[in-house]
């Protein structure tokens, strides 16, 4: 599996950003996607996940409200829009993999991409 992020920037307090993930080598709606983020100095972190073929979503408290991920399995790709960006929002994030599988969750993601890095500030 091959995971392609792109899509981060420089964007001013109060912006959006909208995030892509290009996955490739296997069937994409077979897998949960997350987004995943590591700020200067912290561990990497959970931001959202969307299940395998979609229909189920879930979210770090911190972006709930600002945060939507979607999915388009016709182009396999997932999709982070960031609205009302904040300057703890900068971290460079990482869209990462894992088989489908119960109970849904921000755990035990294995393929991992290269990552984008998003800057918020004035």
Do not use: H
Not at 76 to 83: A, E, F, G, K, S
Not at 87 to 98: K, S
């Amino acid at each position: 599996v091959q995971l392609q992020a792109s899509g981060g920037g420089l964007v001013q307090p109060g912006g959006s950003l909208r995030l892509s993930c290009k996955f490739s080598g296997l069937t994409f709606r077979q897998y949960d996607m997350g987004w995943f983020r590591q700020a200067p100095g912290e561990e990497r972190a959970f931001v959202a996940a969307i299940r395998g073929g979609g229909g189920g979503t879930l979210y770090t408290d911190s972006v709930k409200g600002r945060f939507t991920i979607s999915r388009d399995n016709a182009k396999d790709t997932v999709y982070l829009q960031m609205n009302s960006l904040k300057p703890e929002d900068t971290a460079i994030y990482f869209c990462a993999a894992r088989w489908r599988r119960v109970p849904f969750s921000s755990l035990d993601y294995y393929y991992w991409g290269q990552g984008t890095l998003v800057t918020v500030s004035s």
